[in-house]
């Protein structure tokens, strides 16, 4: 069975700290991606990244990074100095690569982040 | 470009009344999706459609009905209005291959309450 499972519900931060968002994934798939979206109190659900199960490298896109880990099965988002505007929900999501249809793409519940001026 | 259209943004209804949510995407996205989010419940999937004509359930379709008549429209019908309906509905697309497989692209979501 695939699951996702993002511990962590909410986090507090005060802006210019660094924060961690945790994301756990279970599938027996051995050709995954691996997601992350970001919901900001407005309300609509945006793409972050997508990570295949091939590509174990760290990806880093300004002040956001990813650290995937298969030995440990995490996709881990590392957010640096953080500000205002990061305060939002980010979900972790799963799907098997063979899965071209998303049918059976698994959502992690979220982490909600506040980050206070 | 507009890319994925949700209307309407919000709506109430009154339990056993009918409504659609509409659903259009100007990216050429074969694959089109519905889902709702409930509160600490993260999203479900409703319907999905993998192409014009084509149409399947997804984890929580009942009550639901959907059509594909069109590679843009795919509108969700609620038949008979429910309290257990009231949540978020996001549609959603996604292209079948390249860099934007399996990649979702949001609408901005329709809030519906029903009471």
């Known amino acids: 069975a695939q699951k996702v499972t993002q511990a962590q519900t909410e986090i507090s931060v005060v802006e210019k700290e660094d924060v961690t968002l945790d994301c756990v994934y279970e599938?027996?798939?051995?050709?995954?991606?691996l997601f992350w979206y970001k919901q900001p109190p407005s309300g609509e659900l945006v793409f972050l990244i997508r990570r295949n199960s091939f590509d174990e490298q760290n990806e880093i896109s300004g002040r956001y990074s990813w650290n995937f880990q298969k030995s440990t099965s995490s996709f881990n988002f590392t957010i640096t100095a953080s500000q205002v505007v990061d305060s939002a929900v980010y979900f972790c999501a799963l799907s098997a690569a063979r899965d071209g249809n998303n049918r059976k793409l698994i959502w992690g519940l979220g982490t909600s982040l506040a980050v206070n001026p | 470009n507009a890319g994925v259209t949700q209307t309407p943004k919000f709506r109430i209804l009154k339990i056993g009344q009918s409504m659609t949510l509409q659903c259009t995407q100007d990216?050429?996205?074969?694959?089109m999706y519905w889902y709702r989010q409930d509160p600490g419940m993260g999203l479900k999937l409703i319907y999905y459609?993998?192409?014009?004509?084509?149409?399947d359930k997804g984890e929580v379709p009942n009550g639901y009905n959907v059509s594909r008549s069109t590679t843009e429209d795919f509108p969700l019908r609620l038949e008979l209005a429910a309290p257990s309906q009231t949540s978020v509905y996001f549609c959603a697309s996604s292209s079948t291959g390249g860099s934007g497989a399996n990649v979702l692209t949001f609408g901005a979501g329709s809030r519906l309450t029903v009471l």
């Open positions: 459609s993998v192409g014009a004509g084509i149409t």
């Open positions: 599938t027996r798939d051995t050709t995954y991606y």
């Open positions: 990216m050429n996205h074969n694959y």
